[in-house]
DNA sequence: GTCTATAGCCAGATAGAC
DNA sequence: GTCTATCTGGCTATAGAC
């Protein structure tokens, strides 16, 4: 748990600079058409350098979800502190933020069907680890804000979950984006309202 | 205009269900981890003979979203033929049916960032002009909703569209239907409900 | 651990006989 | 037009010197 020698701080620091580069070509391209020497370029080391720290292109990924796990969590652990806030709330703040990452190009995407990545990330401890933590702490949220009335009693709480992780990774606001007429902020808040409320829009 | 000779018809015949194959393929493992061995060995024939046919892998996958954007107007020259249907109505409808196709396996899926593959679509003038087409009845009809307060008139026509289109090759349906737990039409019947009326769902 | 250089492989595309 | 066999390029991964 502690640090280490000033030696293994400096290689956590070119792991993180490492994971960071993987971070945004993720996506950036997608984890098909990011390639190895694109990163080694990217983070400025030899790319027979990277994998003496990665063993493999999906360990190199992996490591770029466990990242982003890991700040999901501390978002989630922020609103789950914030006073006076409904469920519903901090489901939406989260989703917020993460809508916020992906306009910003630091939501990684990755093809829900690449059989070797998958298999890597169903491997990884840390990874099902954060993906358990964070989806049940969303889950009870999910729940909560169902017996609120604040979430359609009709959705299953596992749809209602699985919507939300795909919204982090929609097509949607980098279209409106590339368009060039709106801002970051205006576009968030209309992807939210379409999320929650729906293309029909409130009717309260 | 005419269909030709009959040699012309087999050949026709032969594209045709390359064009189903590829259609599928891309549904099953999106362009990039699609081969063109898979498709040549799916459609029985040898590869060259494929490259008669189609220039490139991206001209096959061109075909294939021609051949969809195809039955997408047909199914949207139906419902403008409904009688004593709202323009939301029509619209939910063509969503219904979008999001069978995707659970049925038939709903080619693309990568919204394949640059070669982008740039032989925008070459395309069959595809560009059955998309705007398209494009343009479905904008008429979300214009016609935003005056009838069935669709959020806050919302830029422009945003639902891309909601609409993006809807289309969800990743939640699969995902749900991997659970196993639910029928084809409960899950469409919910993805379709999160899509208008959002999470929290009707609360007229 | 970092580099240069290269091995090995796979997939898109083509040659040339029939 | 269809086939078998092959070329070509790019990408992951590794060898081996320093």
Redesign the pocket.
Same mark, same amino acid.
């Given at each position: 748990m502690s640090k280490g020698s000033f030696?293994q701080q400096m290689?956590q620091v070119?792991e993180d600079a490492i994971v960071a580069s993987v971070n945004r070509l993720l996506a950036e391209k997608g984890f098909d058409m990011?390639?190895?020497?694109e990163v080694a370029a990217d983070v400025?080391?030899? @790319?027979?350098?990277l994998?003496?720290?990665f063993?493999? @292109?999906?360990a190199l990924a992996a490591a770029a979800m466990v990242r982003v796990l890991q700040r999901t969590q501390e978002v989630v652990r922020l609103q789950s502190q914030r006073a006076g806030a409904s469920a519903a709330d901090r489901l939406r703040e989260v989703a917020r933020w993460a809508l916020q990452e992906l306009l910003a190009g630091e939501m990684p995407t990755l093809p829900a069907q690449n059989s070797t990545l998958r298999a890597e990330l169903m491997a990884d401890k840390d990874y099902l680890e954060l993906l358990m933590q964070v989806s049940e702490q969303l889950g009870e949220w999910i729940v909560q804000a169902q017996a609120d009335g604040q979430i359609d009693r009709a959705l299953p709480p596992e749809l209602v979950l699985y919507t939300l992780y795909a919204r982090a990774c929609d097509p949607v606001p980098a279209v409106l984006k590339a368009g060039g007429q709106y801002g970051d902020a205006q576009i968030v808040d209309w992807v939210l309202a379409t999320c929650f409320d729906g293309l029909a829009g409130r009717r309260a």
């Open positions: 030696r290689l070119r990011m390639t190895v020497d400025g080391i030899a @790319k027979a350098s994998y003496k720290h063993a493999s @292109k999906e």
